[in-house]
């Protein structure tokens, strides 16, 4: 969990769950310190995407651009301090990954 995350036990519950579907055949495009872009699967529900940036925006200290009809998200933080952000989005979408398909197996 990012240090600065402003959500609660049941918030960081709910949005890993939404990060774990989102990431469903999500593919990381670029990766740098401050930096991060997905590229979504196709398939993957736009709402779902909208609401889990949207919880983003209003908890923690990074910068989204992209919308869900590109299916590409690029995730940025501003200071070295706040990385661990981009590392906890990270290891929720590539979570969702591997759920996605061991439940399709």
């Keep these: 969990m990012a240090p600065s995350c402003a959500l609660d036990e049941a918030g960081l519950c709910l949005q890993f769950e939404r990060y774990r579907h989102a990431g469903r055949g999500a593919s990381p495009v ?9 590229e979504l ?12 940036t949207a919880v983003e925006r ?8 992209g919308k869900s009809v590109t299916r590409r998200l690029t995730v940025s ?16 979408l590539v ?11």
């Design 30 to 38: 670029d990766r740098s310190s401050r930096r991060l872009v997905v």
């Design 41 to 52: 699967d196709q398939h993957v529900d736009a709402s779902l995407v909208d609401a889990t």
């Design 58 to 65: 209003e908890c923690c200290p990074v910068a989204w651009t």
């Design 77 to 92: 933080v501003a200071e070295d301090r706040n990385e661990p952000a981009l590392d906890a989005i990270a290891f929720a």
């Design 95 to 105: 979570l969702g990954q591997v759920a996605g398909r061991a439940t399709s197996d």
